[in-house]
């Protein structure tokens, strides 16, 4: 698949939300019931629109439920759903560490449960036999935002060191303290450029203060964490921070907007590296436009096939994998989907 198809604009994001709930297409045998963990999030907005045509095409009814970011929602959610007759769970978790909580329902309920998203511990999912992930390395963004960061500072290593001082001094921005993803790209994201940074004979990152929490993955809390380190470290054209990582686009578009009101990233003349993950079309923009550096990228498209494979094979009693090419990782029930940076030139 070509990288530019990875970042198309997806033309079913005009579908109205709110049309998603209770729709349904085809027989009675199969009945999916999906749980978004947040309509509001533009990636899983995006992804439940990809989801849905498809859906509406198989031989079966199907809801999508919108857990409004709250456990206790989607909790009540799937005992209703389950309580209504539902033969299939596909699941993108609210709260993460409930994983277990979920999981026992769909087992003492007999159905078949396909997570996306949010990854249970192995131990969760190995819990029940007719459960599975489909998603993305916990690391992987974080290693594709190193790969971007990397490459585009050591093409000019001074233009980016604005204070001289030999070394580039980034802040993180992260979300969810027990969210795998988070944990995951925080880390790796620093740990791939300091590796590509000693590949090239450079010294390793300098981070500037510890990790700030943006824990609802939001744009306002991502430029609220960002206003909080500029207030006690201003920025300058020879001085402050040199490069933000953030967990999401939502983050890092928060810490762009923060950055604006001190005058930086409005057109990309004067502008700190701001590197997020998802590559969503809000993002895409402002990459497009300099005011953010890049991506890593999940195209909802993507994610969208890899789910609904899955969960269509399942549904209709297939093996998970059969017809689609796809492997489980090693010693897992995880399927993973790639990452491709965003714009798609910006490794070369």
């Not at 989607?74 to 994983?99: E, F, P, W």
Request: proline share 4%; net charge negative; charged share 20%.
């Amino acid at each position: 698949m070509k990288k530019e198809k990875l970042f198309g604009i997806l033309s079913a994001m005009s579908v109205m939300t709110a049309a998603l709930v209770g729709c349904s297409s085809g027989g009675d045998e199969i009945m999916l019931e999906h749980f978004v963990y947040n309509f509001s999030d533009p990636q899983q907005n995006a992804v439940m629109n990809s989801i849905d045509p498809v859906y509406k095409a198989a031989d079966m009814s199907y809801n999508f439920n919108d857990g409004e970011g709250k456990q206790s929602v989607q909790n009540d959610q799937i005992d209703n759903a389950i309580q209504k007759g539902a033969t299939m769970l596909v699941v993108g978790m609210a709260d993460i560490s409930s994983g277990q909580t979920v999981v026992d329902k769909a087992k003492n309920a007999g159905l078949p449960i396909l997570f996306y998203n949010q990854q249970p511990n192995k131990d969760v999912i190995d819990s029940y036999e007719n459960c599975w992930f489909v998603g993305s390395d916990a690391r992987g963004g974080g290693l594709m935002q190193g790969e971007i960061a990397a490459s585009t500072i050591l093409k000019d290593f001074e233009k980016y060191d604005r204070n001289g001082n030999g070394t580039i001094e980034y802040v993180m921005i992260r979300s969810d303290l027990a969210h795998p993803e988070a944990n995951g790209r925080t880390e790796a994201s620093v740990t791939r450029t300091n590796e590509l940074f000693a590949e090239a004979g450079m010294p390793a990152l300098v981070q500037l203060g510890t990790d700030f929490l943006a824990d609802d993955w939001s744009t306002n809390k991502g430029k609220d964490a960002m206003d909080t380190f500029l207030s006690s470290n201003p920025i300058s054209d020879t001085d402050g921070v040199e490069l933000v990582f953030c967990n999401n686009d939502g983050i890092a578009i928060g810490a762009m907007k923060s950055l604006q009101a001190f005058g930086w990233n409005n057109d990309g003349s004067k502008a700190v590296p701001i590197i997020g993950v998802d590559a969503t079309a809000e993002a895409q923009t402002y990459i497009d436009e300099g005011q953010m550096l890049g991506s890593a990228g999940q195209d909802p498209e993507i994610i969208a096939e890899y789910v609904t494979n899955v969960a269509l094979n399942v549904a209709h009693g297939k093996d998970p994998l059969e017809g689609t090419g796809y492997n489980f990782e090693p010693d897992s029930k995880n399927i993973f989907f790639p990452y491709a940076p965003y714009p798609a030139d910006i490794l070369d």
